[in-house]
Structures are given as structure tokens and as C-alpha cells.
């Protein structure tokens, strides 16, 4: 869990569980998450012996963190604590999980009128990952295991969508390397070899993307008894011609 500092560093979080709870925060950002929820999330197994404090001495610390890495005027004080619980202020812009989700929002309003602008957009959003999502602190808590896990299905969708825009504005050589990788990575995504079997043939490259369709057949019928989707059988159809659902 990391965080930028004044110039663009990233500093880590230290501890376990001060990272846990500023990803929890992070994630209600702006809104109070109950002190019985955190304490939940950080200490599954119950509070440590005389742990009454332990969640206040945590957040008393994650405050001093915040200071020594962003400065007083824009670290600790931002927690804030209630009657309830505590709360994070952030803006949008300084999470990359929200400026993520809004530039991939802002590309699907525009990708039919403006594929090339849609594409830059998804392309800065996609820049922003370095990892897999809340990688040191996903398996400490059921919800951010949960969270981790929607924020990966939405990049899997954003890079999707990133390789659809592509082949419409015709960059059908610059997708097939990562179409590749993506097919091997995602093997059970029909939505990849898709775009993988149209971009081979729209590059002339026919005979692979014949291969790549009967291989992705053989093993779904070998592993789950089905056929590849209409879609998929479509763009085979598409690229193709003719009868290719042989093995």
C-alpha cells in the first residue's frame, strides 16, 4: 500500500494493519466506516488482549504516517473521527482507483462518436495499474478481497474495450501482441479470442486466426462439454467464411 508524496514518490505504509486500514478508508473515502467494522476487518479473530484502544493507537499512527509522507497541512487531519467511526477526505483525483473508474466511465459516453479520443482515455486509465489490485492487503479482509476483485473484472473490461476501439481505428498490429498474452492469461474470456481472431484477420493472417479458433474449441468441449458462444462462431464466420466448427 503505498502513497505519493509532494513530489510524485511513493512512500510505503508501514505495518500490516495500518495498511489494511488506510486501504479501508481509502475505500469508504469521505464517508464514516464504523469502528466495530474496522475492528472486524483488521483483527478477524477477535481484539488482541487489552486491544480497547488498539484501533485508536492504529489510526493515531496512520495519522503520523500521513504526516511524515504528505506534511501536516494535507496528511493526518484528514482522518477524522466521529461519535461512529472514522473517515478519510480525499479528492477523486488523488486515488488512482477513481481516476481509473472515471476515465472509463468518460470513455464509454464517447467511444461511438469519438473512438480515438475513447481509446486515449482508456489507455491513461490502464497506465495507472501496477499490479494487481490492493495486492499486499487483499487477503486480510473479506471486503477488500471483494473490492480487489471488482476493481480486476473492470480492468479486465477496460482493456477489452481499449482493444475493441483499437481494431475499429485500425490498429490491428498493435493489439495482436497483447491479444496474445491476454488469451493466454484469461484463457476462458471468448470476448479475447474474439478480438485476437479478428485482428489476425484483418492483418491477412488467416491461417493462425483458424488455428486460434479451433484450439479455443477443442478445449471447450473437451473441459465443459460447450460450443464456443454465436458471438465467437460469428466473427469466425466474419474473418473466415465458410463452415470452421470442425475439430
Not at 500500500?1 to 475505500?27: H, K, P, Y
Not at 477513481?98 to 480515438?116: H, N, Q, Y
Not at 483458424?210 to 464466420?237: C, H, W, Y
Request: glycine share 8%.
Amino acid at each position: 500500500m503505498c502513497v505519493c508524496d509532494s513530489a510524485g514518490e511513493q512512500a510505503e505504509i508501514s505495518g500490516d494493519i495500518r495498511r489494511t486500514l488506510l486501504a479501508l478508508l481509502l475505500l469508504n473515502a469521505g464517508k464514516v466506516v464504523p469502528r466495530e467494522q474496522l475492528e472486524e476487518e483488521l483483527w478477524p479473530e477477535g481484539l488482541p488482549q487489552r486491544g480497547a484502544n488498539a484501533l485508536q493507537a492504529h489510526v493515531a499512527r496512520l495519522r503520523r504516517d500521513l504526516d511524515r509522507i504528505l506534511g501536516p497541512e494535507r496528511g493526518g487531519r484528514r482522518i477524522t473521527t466521529s461519535r461512529l467511526g472514522y473517515s478519510l477526505d480525499l479528492e477523486p483525483e488523488e486515488l488512482d482507483l477513481l481516476v481509473f473508474e472515471s476515465l472509463r466511465g468518460k470513455s464509454r459516453e464517447i467511444a461511438d462518436s469519438d473512438p480515438a479520443t475513447a481509446s486515449d482515455m482508456l489507455r491513461r486509465g490502464l497506465d495507472l495499474w501496477r499490479g494487481p489490485a490492493l495486492a499486499d492487503v487483499r487477503e486480510r479482509s473479506p471486503r477488500l478481497y471483494a473490492a480487489a476483485v471488482q476493481a480486476e473484472e473492470y480492468h479486465t473490461l477496460a482493456m477489452e474495450d481499449f482493444i475493441a476501439l483499437n481494431i475499429r481505428l485500425g490498429n490491428h498490429e498493435e493489439v495482436i501482441g497483447r491479444l496474445k498474452a491476454l488469451t493466454t492469461r484469461y484463457p476462458h474470456r471468448e470476448r479475447l479470442f474474439e478480438q485476437l481472431i479478428l485482428a489476425l484477420g484483418r492483418t491477412g493472417r488467416r491461417v493462425e486466426a483458424a488455428d486460434v479458433f479451433r484450439r479455443i474449441r477443442k478445449e471447450m468441449v473437451a473441459e465443459f462439454g460447450i460450443e464456443p458462444s454465436s458471438a465467437l462462431n460469428r466473427t469466425v464466420q466474419e474473418v473466415l467464411g465458410g463452415d470452421h466448427g470442425g475439430s
